[in-house]
Nanobody
Framework: QVQLVESGGGLVQPGGSLRLSCLAS????????IGWFRQAPGKQREGVSC????????YYADSMKGRFTISRDNAKNTVYLQMNSLKPEDTAVYYC????????????????WGQGTQVTVSS
């Protein structure tokens, strides 16, 4: 059974950091591109970052560049999203997703999805 499980969300103050994890099971992670997306209340789901299966390609949405870092550990079947300098507008449910092919910030390309983890940035 293919499954993606996110963890690491929580409540953090503005300027703080969180590291999200995406654990894959039921398939070999290194065969897939993994993307992170987020959805805030009343807003559309948006692409945050993704990393290719061969490590050599990453994507970041403009508002995340310089603050977020995506990485993967294929041996642990896990992808991470390190989020620094968090802002209240980063508050959302964060999802990881998997697809074959190339790295993309477009959610429609992704085949498998996790259930999401809540990130709340507030003082």
């Amino acid at each position: 059974q293919v499954q993606l499980v996110e963890s690491g969300g929580g409540l953090v103050q503005p300027g703080g950091s969180l590291r999200l994890s995406c654990l894959a099971s039921g398939f070999t992670l290194d065969d897939y591109v993994i993307g992170w997306f987020r959805q805030a209340p009343g807003k559309q789901r948006e692409g945050v970052s993704c990393i290719s299966s061969s490590y050599d390609s990453t994507y970041y949405a403009d508002s995340m560049k310089g603050r977020f870092t995506i990485s993967r550990d294929n041996a642990k079947n896990t992808v991470y999203l390190q989020m620094n300098s968090l802002k209240p507008e980063d508050t959302a449910v964060y999802y990881c997703a998997a697809r074959n092919g190339f790295c993309s910030g477009y959610s429609g390309f992704y085949l498998y999805w996790g259930q999401g983890t809540q990130v709340t940035v507030s003082s």
